[in-house]
């Protein structure tokens, strides 16, 4: 099994919460992915610099001076120092943006219609990642060597631009490239099949993989004033009414819409849950 985890901006500028999400992620067996966000740093840097930061629904417009903001948060300090606290705990990690090893191309996104606000929004220098344009052979080459790649939400086009990628997108595209990536075929192993794989009729053998969401609650709730009001289910036709009664919105939509994405894709499962029970059996399951 192939785990990616991605926590949250409210996690990374938590510095009590970030040492034990970092220690129970170091104590997980098998091969891992860990991909973090940094918003809160990000606009807090951009306020002292005295920018305003601009977001429409839970996605950061991210114009020239943002992108060089962004870029030194994410994948500068938050990067290098979660890959600083993997390494204490014995756990090799190696921090990356896309454009290290070329593992993940981004396309610029064109400006989009945004029905919340009826109007066409052009988010600058935001970058669209799918998990076609994830390099899941060269992920997967660290991982077999036993190094756990540490991304970030910097992402480029291949035309020598760095673009703003929402992390919780990235993280989905890369569970859904492990997911479908041909690792091997049964050819190279004996008749059975091991335990960790899926086995396809053509002799193809993925990974099973697992998404996790970690951030500063239990899972989505119902009630966003109630912290006890977790969902533990969601399918597409309870988000919908959910996303309806304006119970999701912000940052959750984005998440939400990712996972499903995944499922969709061959993830096996998603789980939405506080980071400081990456370990235990809690949280909202997508299904």
């Known amino acids: 099994m192939i785990r990616v985890v991605k926590i949250g901006g409210n996690v990374v500028d938590n510095p009590e919460l970030l040492k034990k999400f970092v220690e129970d992620f170091a104590q997980m067996p098998g091969m891992k992915i860990l991909v973090h966000g940094g918003g809160v740093m990000a606009s807090q840097m951009q306020k002292s610099m005295g920018m305003v930061p601009q977001m429409i629904e839970g996605r950061r417009v991210t114009d020239e001076e943002t992108l060089r903001v962004v870029t030194m948060v994410y994948a500068g300090w938050c990067n290098k120092n979660i890959t600083a606290l993997l390494q204490a705990q014995g756990c090799n990690a190696i921090g990356l943006t896309g454009a290290d090893g070329n593992a993940i191309k981004a396309r610029k996104r064109p400006p989009v219609h945004v029905e919340s606000l009826n109007q066409e929004v052009d988010y600058g220098f935001v970058g669209d990642v799918s998990a076609e344009s994830v390099n899941a052979k060269f992920i997967y080459s660290l991982l077999e060597k036993g190094i756990v790649p ?42 059975r099949c091991e335990e960790c794989t899926h086995c396809s009729d053509d002799g193809r053998l993925t990974h099973i993989v697992e998404l996790l969401y970690c951030f500063e609650k239990d899972g989505v709730l119902y009630d966003k004033d109630d912290d006890s009001s977790v969902i533990p289910e969601i399918d597409r036709e309870k988000f919908a009414q ?33 980071a400081s029970n990456l370990l235990n059996p809690l949280g909202t399951i997508l299904k």
């Open 242 to 274: 959910l996303k309806g009664e304006g119970r999701v919105a912000d940052g959750m939509i984005p998440k939400l819409t990712n996972s499903f994405k995944a499922i969709d894709n061959g993830v096996k499962r998603v789980v939405i849950k506080h």
């Open 150 to 191: 540490v991304f970030n939400a910097i992402n480029h086009d291949g035309e020598g631009n760095l673009l703003n990628t929402n992390a919780d997108t990235i993280a989905s595209s890369v569970a859904t490239a492990m997911a479908n990536y041909q690792y091997r075929t049964r050819r190279d192993v004996c008749c």
